[in-house]
């Protein structure tokens, strides 16, 4: 059982987007808080895979601001926290640093050395087996197709990682010598920040959080968050959010979510669009947005044409009014 995650869990912001690194705690926000985000991690040897991506998890602007104003996580700027973390680092500790990379670059280099050695091995094995009648009768072309091998296999399987810098190497130096040298050290990048620098701590309660710019859909994205749907990108269905009555790994969506400010004018045919479009996908198409002053206080004065609009208190988030577009006959 995994140990428990502690909060506010902090969010790297590099470039303007927000990452979480932490396996744990991507998981703990899924099943707890409903936080989805979108894996884009890949392998640097193999760029265009696009089914099973990992970490990091890459959250929208609208999951951090509903995070951290819920005092769940809170922001680092990653680039500004990484410089001054290591301005804080005594010598001895970057020393021990130095010295644990040199130790992972070379125990790197020595297994890619040996796995090249065994390939190369099992290629010459390989082509003496085919070329064996060959060999007997020309040994000159026995040894030529033996090194020609060699060279091919040492082409083919050397690690991308020995395109740094090697040894050169003396004409006097024999190649059983020359073998049985050190590798050089592969070049060793950290995938995260801590370790070996110090984790982040959580700015104290009277600064003022990081908080990260949303659009006018925001209130909508809050408000079926709190009814307890989990909110994806919708741009594949035309839509802002695609709402889940449950983990989308387990659930189809309900609705394609659309959010916009409450004087906002929508055309004829992007609500039609939208209604076609969802029920083709067997969706609702909704609508929503943020109640404004003027219509609370419309409904406090009692002036018709506002039933079910309620006002908000301090205690809770601002009332948001919602429509579902369903198209008959399809």
């Known amino acids: 059982m995994t140990a428990p995650v502690p909060v506010p869990i902090p969010i790297s912001q590099v470039a303007g987007r927000h990452f979480l690194y932490d396996a744990d705690a991507i998981t703990f926000l899924r099943h707890t808080y409903h936080i989805t985000g979108a894996l884009i991690g890949t392998l640097s040897q193999a760029p265009q895979q696009n089914v099973f991506l990992g970490v990091p998890l890459e959250l929208m602007p609208e999951e951090v601001r509903l995070l951290v104003e819920r005092n769940v996580a809170y922001v680092i700027d990653d680039a500004h926290h990484h410089i001054e973390r290591h301005r804080k680092m005594s010598a001895a500790d970057q020393t021990a640093i130095l010295a644990a990379f040199h130790k992972q670059g070379s125990d790197a280099a020595r297994a890619a050395q040996n796995r090249a050695g065994k390939r190369k091995e099992a290629a010459l094995k390989r082509r003496g087996k085919t070329s064996s009648s060959e060999a007997s009768s020309n040994p000159s072309l026995s040894t030529q197709s033996e090194q020609a091998a060699a060279d091919e296999e040492e082409f083919l399987f050397a690690s991308p990682a020995n395109s740094f810098a090697t040894r050169s190497l003396d004409a006097t130096t024999s190649p059983a010598a020359a073998s049985a040298t050190e590798p050089d050290p592969f070049g060793i990048t950290p995938a995260t920040s801590h370790p070996p620098l110090a984790p982040p701590t959580p700015p104290p309660e009277s600064s003022r959080p990081l908080l990260p710019e949303v659009p006018s859909s925001y209130p909508v994205f809050r408000h079926l968050h709190d009814e307890g749907y989990f909110l ?93 577009i369903e198209w008959g006959g399809m």
């Open 232 to 324: 994806s990108p919708g741009l594949r269905f035309g839509a802002q959010y695609m709402a889940y009555p449950g983990d989308p790994l387990r659930f189809h969506s309900h609705f394609l979510a659309v959010g916009r400010d409450w004087e906002e004018e929508w055309s004829l045919s992007e609500l039609v669009g939208g209604g076609r479009l969802g029920t083709g996908v067997k969706k609702g198409f909704l609508i929503g947005g943020e109640v404004l002053e003027e219509a609370e206080n419309k409904r406090e004065d009692g002036i018709s044409g506002n039933e079910g609009i309620s006002t908000h208190t301090a205690e809770r988030a601002p009332d948001v009014r919602t429509f579902c």
